[in-house]
């Protein structure tokens, strides 16, 4: 199985930034849609961005859109989501994940698989 691993988590200021990566092992990451999304405490898991497998097509929840970034580099097996003018509300765990049928508007966590284990982003006002 591909395997993901989450970083770049950490404590910001309201406005601030922050560069979230999720790195794969495997040799068939290029086959899949890859997925971010966020889990606030007692909440559940909440779709943020996707994007296609060629890097030709992104989506992005009404929340974050304009502000966060979701790119991906196929060579490296790497995925990140450059998170810009962060808001407390953006407080999570952030999670990236597989979605094998390479739909890019699928925003059901149910459709995606190999979860990684998550970086915490907190974000002070």
């Known amino acids: 199985q591909v395997q993901l691993v989450e970083s770049g988590g950490g404590l910001v200021q309201a406005g601030g930034s922050l560069r979230l990566s999720c790195a794969a092992s495997g040799r068939t990451f290029r086959s899949y849609a890859m997925g971010w999304f966020r889990q606030a405490a007692v909440k559940e898991r909440e779709f943020v961005a996707t994007i296609n497998r060629n890097a030709r097509d992104t989506y992005y929840s009404d929340s974050v859109k304009g502000r966060f970034t979701i790119t991906r580099d196929n060579a490296k097996n790497t995925v990140d989501l450059q998170m810009n003018r962060l808001k407390p509300e953006d407080t999570a765990v952030y999670y990236c994940?597989?979605?094998?049928?390479?739909?890019?508007?699928?925003?059901?966590?149910?459709?995606?698989?190999?979860w990684g284990q998550g970086t915490q982003v907190t974000v002070s006002s």
């Open positions: 994940a597989l979605q094998p049928l390479g739909i890019v508007q699928e925003t059901s966590p149910r459709r995606y698989v190999n």
